[in-house]
């Protein structure tokens, strides 16, 4: 679910290719957290390395929300808003003859 926000961030043609680095690399980063608490704990204690923690979490956050575009609202694929359609899109006889037109071209008339 978290792939969701940021993937529109990557160009369609190396998508996936960036979404497998962001995902290992968040693996790495739990790793790397997960192997380091029990050191961390008892060189600090518990109460300083939950506050660390807390403050990792909120440069995390505050890094996303100064540092990534907001995506809502836009189509997955080609990245445009959603329910506008493309301007190259070429009008169908059944359209022109019963005169209905869906809000996205990759939706099928109903």
């Given at each position: ?40 704990v008892d060189l600090y204690g ?65």
């Amino acid at each position: 679910m978290c792939a969701l926000h940021y993937l529109p961030q990557f160009p369609v043609e190396v998508r996936s290719t960036l979404n497998g680095a962001s995902a290992a690399l968040g693996k790495l980063g739990a790793f790397i957290g997960a192997s380091a608490f029990p050191t961390f704990v008892d060189l600090y204690g518990y109460p300083t390395v939950f506050f660390m923690c807390s403050g990792t979490a909120l440069l995390g956050m505050l890094t996303t929300v100064l540092f990534v575009d907001d995506t809502r609202g836009q189509h997955l694929l080609i990245g445009e808003p959603l329910g506008v359609a493309r301007t190259s899109r070429r009008q169908t006889s059944s359209e022109s003859d019963t005169g209905s037109k869906h809000s996205h071209p990759d939706m099928p008339c109903s």
